[in-house]
């Protein structure tokens, strides 16, 4: 299979806005590279166009990529050729490495075409990356194996990655997708929730009563237990058991040999109180750690079951899995939980979360499913502020004390029709100083083009947690809308763009009047 190929459907897909042309002709590509049953050629031309390189880094960005040499006039090179060369770049170290990469990428670069070209410096500058595109890629691998598009979603959610199960469907039929099960130490794209207005709006949308849980302000675990052997997950799925000894030893704690569950790692006050979310998302960090200096320990709260001691409970019912869950973990080391049908007594019990310093409410069907990695119509989130989690687009260079920081972010939130984004206005507001340096630094990182214009062109990779007063109308942004006062809360690491909130959740908010 030559690169051509590949570069051209996915110049086709960029240029369609409708997600059933995008499907089609994905699927047509992936039928011709399933027909020579190569399940790595498979792997390969999915992450491609998934805007991933199965390398991950392999050292190549926007400055190497500046001067290009003149591109070949008739295409010749294979996929498999590009792949390898491409891990032989990744793999240069030592003395001389950068001018050995440097003629490897120039060689790569001269025998591609035009076409090859742009395709394989916009995979090689992250410029294909979007999180969103991954739910249209597993309908077209639906559609070109034969498979039904919900059974390539589910085992991509339990096998972890998409290009595998990819490979499977299209050389093996919808039986080679039972290879992938829940699996202990193997993360499972995590269970997401939708927004509710508030509590009446939640129980009257989970048909009258609901399981509402503290939101803690801390930050989410995956945790895999088999015997002695703990491995702990966050919710973008990295392993960072090194660095949360305390969710190992809580994970120890309990009477079960095999375990997966969901919960919560926060940092607290001696009053019980969270710290701010800050401190404990430094635990995370690549320094993060109890022997950092300065650093607090963490406290564990559990909040869902989906596998113990050989017993599979991902497709049971919330109110089954909490159950089990009960029966575990002890009452202290549990988010805090009421079931109620009655408005008073949920707005209640929101109240008080809100006054021991979190952020809000969870509120879940207690017939719910767990939908591993989808944002289940079966769990609500209620907060009383006004938030949206968006994509950073742009960002333009301040001025005054801000000169030569990047400071006002143009903000987008996701269109899931189109799998684009919309932008819905620009703010600085509520950037600190350190802010202001860290995004500085990471925004030069995701640079899409020239740095040296007042607007820096980003990849759309970095979400942002936004507060808002209100959503009005506006003709300056091509979806009608713009955000009201809008200003930063806080960068959220923990979350890629496919999980940014979408346009429809924007346009509810402005047709509700906030």
């Known amino acids: 299979m030559l690169l051509v190929d590949v570069a051209r ?9 409708a997600r059933l042309a995008k499907i089609a002709r994905l699927a047509e590509l992936l039928r011709l590279a399933g027909a020579d049953e190569d399940a790595h050629l498979v792997t390969v031309v999915v992450s491609w166009l998934s805007g991933e390189l199965p390398q991950r880094q392999i050292g190549v960005g926007w400055a190497a990529l500046r001067s290009l040499p003149e591109p070949a006039a008739e295409p010749s090179l294979g996929v498999g050729e590009v792949d390898a060369t491409l891990t032989d770049i990744g793999a240069v170290s030592g003395k001389g490495s950068q001018g050995r990469r440097a003629k490897l990428l120039a060689d790569l670069f001269a025998a591609a075409t035009d076409v090859e070209q ?28 034969g498979v039904p598009a919900a059974a390539v979603r589910r085992a991509a959610m339990l096998g972890g990655a998409l290009p595998a199960v990819a490979a499977a469907a299209l050389t093996g039929g919808a039986g080679a997708l039972e290879q992938f099960t829940l699996q202990v130490g193997r993360p499972v794209g995590p269970m997401l929730a939708q927004t509710a207005s508030d509590v009446g709006d939640a129980l009257e949308r989970l048909g009258g009563t609901a399981v509402f849980e503290a939101k803690l302000d801390g930050a989410r675990v995956q945790i895999h237990r088999d015997g002695e052997a703990v491995s702990i997950f966050t919710r973008s799925l990295d392993d960072v058991t090194a660095r949360l000894p305390e969710v190992v030893d809580a994970a120890l704690a309990l009477p079960v040999t095999e375990l997966i569950a969901d919960a919560e790692a926060i940092a607290l006050k001696p009053d019980g109180r969270p710290h701010r979310f800050q401190v ?39 109110s089954e899995r909490l159950a089990a869950l009960d029966a575990m973990v002890p009452d202290h080391q549990r988010v805090d939980r009421l079931t109620t049908s009655d408005v008073a007594a949920a707005q209640r019990f929101l109240d008080t979360t809100l006054a021991a310093g979190h952020e809000g409410v969870m509120a879940k069907s207690p017939a719910a499913r767990y939908e591993a990695g989808r ?67 990471r925004f030069l990182e995701l640079a899409a083009g020239p740095t040296d214009g007042y607007v820096v062109r980003v990849r759309p990779e970095q979400v942002v947690e936004i507060a808002f007063d209100g959503v009005q109308t506006s003709s300056r942004y091509p979806g009608g809308m713009a955000l009201r006062f809008a200003r930063v809360v806080r960068y959220r690491h923990d979350k890629n763009a496919a999980e940014a909130d979408t346009v429809d959740v924007v346009r509810a908010h402005y047709e509700r009047g906030n």
């Open 9 to 17: 459907a996915s110049a086709d897909v960029g240029a369609s806005s």
């Open 118 to 145: 742009l395709f394989l410096r916009r995979l090689l500058t992250g410029e294909l990356r979007q999180g969103a595109l991954i739910g249209v890629m597993a309908d077209a691998v639906g559609r070109a194996s």
């Open 280 to 318: 404990t998302a430094s635990r995370f960090g690549r320094r993060g750690g109890v022997a950092g200096p300065g650093a607090h320990a963490l406290s564990v709260f559990f909040f869902d079951l989906l596998r113990v001691d050989g017993d599979d409970l991902l497709d049971r019912p919330n």
């Open 375 to 441: 944002r289940g119509a079966g769990w609500l989130k209620v907060k009383p502020v006004h938030t949206l989690d968006l994509v950073v687009l742009a960002v333009e260079w301040g001025s005054g004390r801000r000169t030569g920081k990047l400071s006002n972010i143009h903000l987008g939130a996701r269109d899931p029709h189109t799998d684009g984004f919309v932008m819905l206005g620009k703010t600085f507001k509520g950037m600190t100083d350190e802010m202001l340096a860290w995004q500085t630094e």
